[in-house]
């Protein structure tokens, strides 16, 4: 729609399925990962239109994102390369919406614990934890947990809970229970959480978290009021774990924790980890600087093409090792060990293009298209 000619020009535009090559239209198509380039040869006129047609050989688009999911032009002038980003719209399925059936649920219990424990018995009345309220922790194996809750609370009442030698919130050290196991008493004089070991007490803490009223959300109140319970559990699986992919697309230090956070309430007790792949490298390695000066990074100007959104942007980022250490030991207070994920030999290809010199081979010959389309990112053991 502009008001002249574009004569050097690409279209790129991201999909997540294989384009048939001999099926794309007026043009030539290049496919790498989710990015397709295309172009004619031709100039764009101005209020003139361009007709792409290619295809897929996988099953029909089911979800709207199965289309393109963004797009952008990449001008050449005397002056450079420009990035213009171009509109998209969902594709219209063409198919009626599915017609929803009713579910019939149960009344909401009057105590609602995820996962639910194996005993629980409620008793009489209730304990106010109010802003003077402080936790206890008798051992080095507990004082963990008892910051934690001490943090949570903080964040709920409108002052300062710490962790003292004395306090209503009580965190005791009986080494005749099971690992992972605990107990957790509510009376009206106080809370007891215990266990005998690091994943216990935190699965303890969490639980006392989720007794907490629903409006324990915002500091507007001076104490809560917890069902006075009696409660013994243990987790019926040893790995309870979580996946997030940090190497696709990269997620700030802030809401790695504060997903760490929200696993923890709910008694995950793993967290994977996903820091390399094919599109991203996450991790700082003092002895290879190139691996996030480059690998960390993608995007129209940068050595690693852009994927997925954002066409015309550079999307990135990486951790220190600062930074790493701080959200291993954020999740270690909680009982939640973290498994970290790198790619090898195969979805390297972030890897590859930062240490070409280190990790591609002048004599290897192989042809090969991975499942996420790629043809350059295996390494050789």
């Not at 050097?8 to 399925?17: A, H």
């Not at 990035?83 to 149960?106: D, F, H, K, Y």
């Not at 690998?295 to 100007?301: D, E, H, L, T």
């Amino acid at each position: 729609l502009s008001e002249s000619n574009i004569e050097n020009w690409q279209l790129t535009f991201s999909v997540s399925r294989y384009v048939q090559p001999a099926s794309v239209s007026h043009g030539t198509l290049k496919q790498i990962g989710s990015l397709c380039v295309f172009e004619t040869g031709e100039p764009l006129n101005a209020n003139a239109h361009l007709y792409l047609e290619f295809s897929h050989t996988t099953k029909p688009f089911s979800m709207h994102d199965e289309g393109i999911a963004d797009a952008c032009l990449m001008v050449t002038t005397d002056k450079g390369v420009t990035a213009c980003p171009i509109e998209t719209t969902v594709i219209n399925l063409g198919a009626q919406t599915l017609e929803r059936i009713p579910l019939c649920l149960p009344e909401a219990k009057a105590i609602n614990l995820i996962p639910q424990p194996k005993a629980l018995v409620m008793t009489q009345g209730q304990f106010s934890i109010a802003d003077d309220c402080a936790v206890a922790s008798d051992s080095d194996t507990n004082k963990p947990a008892a910051l934690w809750l001490a943090q949570e609370l903080s964040t709920h009442l409108r002052g300062d809970i710490s962790v003292k030698q004395e306090g209503q919130i009580r965190l005791v050290f009986d080494n005749t229970l099971p690992a992972s196991h605990y107990r957790v008493s509510v009376k009206p004089q106080g809370v007891t959480i215990t266990a005998s070991n690091e994943s216990g007490f935190a699965h303890g803490v969490s639980t006392v978290l989720q007794l907490l009223p629903n409006n324990a959300s915002h500091r507007h109140y001076s104490a809560y009021n917890l069902p006075c319970v009696e409660i013994e559990d243990h987790p019926r699986f040893a790995y309870r774990g979580m996946m997030l992919d940090c190497a696709r697309h990269f997620h700030p230090l802030h809401r790695v924790k504060d997903l760490i956070n929200q696993m923890a309430r709910y008694k995950f007790n793993h967290f994977h980890w996903h820091l390399t792949d094919d599109e991203g490298w996450r991790i700082q390695i003092d002895a290879f600087p190139e691996l996030t000066e480059i690998g960390a990074w993608r995007g129209p100007f940068e050595t690693i093409e852009p994927q997925y959104t954002s066409l015309s942007k550079i999307h990135g980022g990486f951790y220190t090792k600062e930074q790493i250490r701080e959200v291993v030991a954020f999740a270690a207070q909680r009982g939640i060990t973290v498994v970290p994920e790198i790619d090898i030999p195969g979805h390297s290809r972030a890897a590859i293009k930062s240490l070409p010199h280190i990790l591609m081979e002048d004599a290897d010959a192989s042809v090969y298209r991975s499942i996420q389309n790629y043809s350059d990112n295996v390494l050789n053991p």
